[in-house]
């Protein structure tokens, strides 16, 4: 399984930003897939997961975080609004092919993309 995470970057507060990752067919059709972050010195956060056909949020997440997907190419998005610099973080993706109703713990994802740094500027 591999996780090509793309879309980080400098973003003033207020903006808007849709991370991008790409899998293959197998990974993006029957695993289920989630968006975590890690800020410097905290741990890993969930934010979101589309587990059996369903999109969870944390509630943290709600209402300016946004998943999607595109099967077309196989590629997951985070898109969030409404920058803070508190949303400063590491973006990373990740993968699990079993089901499970902790899709918010980061221990119950085998794969994960390499990050994509977003960085918040006030």
């Known amino acids: 399984v591999q996780l090509q995470a793309s879309g980080g970057g400098l973003v003033q507060a207020g903006g808007s930003l849709r991370l991008a990752c790409a899998t293959d067919?197998?990974?993006?059709?029957?695993?289920?897939m989630a968006w975590f972050r890690q800020a410097p010195g905290l741990e890993r956060e969930f934010v979101t997961a589309?587990?059996?056909?369903?999109?969870y949020y944390a509630d943290s997440a709600k209402g300016r975080f946004t998943f999607s997907r595109d099967s077309a190419t196989n590629t997951i998005y985070l898109h969030i609004d409404t920058l803070r610099p508190e949303d400063t973080a590491l973006y990373y993706c990740?993968?699990?092919?079993?089901?499970?109703?902790?899709?918010?713990?980061?221990?119950?994802?085998?794969?994960w993309g390499q990050g994509t740094l977003v960085t918040v500027s006030s």
């Open positions: 067919t197998d990974t993006f059709v029957n695993y289920r």
């Open positions: 589309r587990s059996g056909g369903r999109i």
């Open positions: 990740a993968a699990d092919r079993y089901w499970t109703d902790k899709h918010y713990e980061p221990g119950r994802y085998a794969y």
